[in-house]
């Protein structure tokens, strides 16, 4: 073991206490939204839509999961286990690149359900793999998804609010599981 070095005039012992600056300047910290917050968000789009409802939907499965919004967007119908109530990341989709299961409420399950049995009647001469559709059939895509719970977020929970992943991520963090009400 190395002995204890002595303390330098004018700098404490525990130099962890010292301010650090951060390079990146200030930063805005995520919050969680209210429970509330979340249901307003969940009401707020038209179910009895397509849209509507794939966007119910796809809202439902980022606040239970806290799957990050490509991830939920590149789902395919064989990444689900309905029965088993899971979600199988593919490491081609992951951030990290390594496959993951996770864990989906019963809720959850049977909206997916619901969803892939709509995208089957509806685009029946495509045969849809992928679960987020558009109207005409085609995958939603990360920008078009975002704008849709911009709008969503816009109408249910405030004037103007600006929804992210990390918000989405800390709320399925700080109230998992809250969504199968």
Known sequence: MFPPVPPRR???ANPTLLPVSSSRGLQRTPSALEKEQVLQLLAAPNQR???????????????????????????TVDDLNLTDKTIT???SVAKNGKSRPVPIGKCTAELLAVLIEENQKQFTSRNPSTVFLLNN????TYNQAYERIRLHGEKAVRKYVQLNQRDLQKQH?????LVGV
């Open 10 to 12: 004018g700098l404490p």
């Open 49 to 75: 839509e397509y849209t509507g409802f794939r966007d119910y939907v796809l809202l439902t499965v980022l606040f239970d999961t806290g799957l990050r919004i490509n991830e939920t967007l590149n789902l």
């Open 89 to 91: 990341v593919r490491a």
């Open 137 to 140: 059939g085609k995958p939603l």
């Open 173 to 177: 963090a700080q109230s998992s599981p």
